[in-house]
């Protein structure tokens, strides 16, 4: 049985484009377009960089972008961390691409070093390091 629960997130946004510039910049990835479920669905998404074969059984979530008539971004209850090797180094990239820092690089304690973050859209964001 896995460690960790999440296996799954997904950040609304509204101009998908703004969105993926700054995900792509500020975590330096590349995030890969999906086709919606169904042809029905009327939706865009991009999906950050997974292991498809192992994501699901360890440590670890998928999750991706997602822009879909109905399901406002800003301000929703979740809040996602990406894990980093330093987390002021992601943050350092936060304005230049539109975001806005929310708490800058501080300890929790035993558990490392989190900075809040909100992107171009309004969602807060975390990064997370040890």
Request: glycine share 10%.
């Amino acid at each position: 049985m896995r460690s960790n629960p999440v296996v799954w997130f997904e950040i609304y946004v509204q101009d998908m484009q703004r969105a993926r510039n700054f995900y792509e910049a500020v975590l330096e990835k590349k995030l890969e377009r999906m086709p919606p479920p169904t042809a029905e669905m009327n939706m865009e998404m991009w999906a950050f960089p997974a292991d498809k074969e192992t994501a699901h059984t360890s440590y670890g979530a998928c999750g991706m972008l997602v822009q879909m008539e109905g399901f406002p971004s800003a301000g929703g209850g979740t809040l996602v961390y990406f894990g980093c090797r330093d987390c002021a180094e992601e943050a350092s990239r936060v304005v230049p691409n539109g975001g806005t820092i929310v708490r800058e690089k501080m300890s929790i304690g035993e558990h490392g070093h989190i900075v809040l973050a909100r992107d171009p859209e309004g969602n807060m964001i975390g990064f997370h390091s040890m």
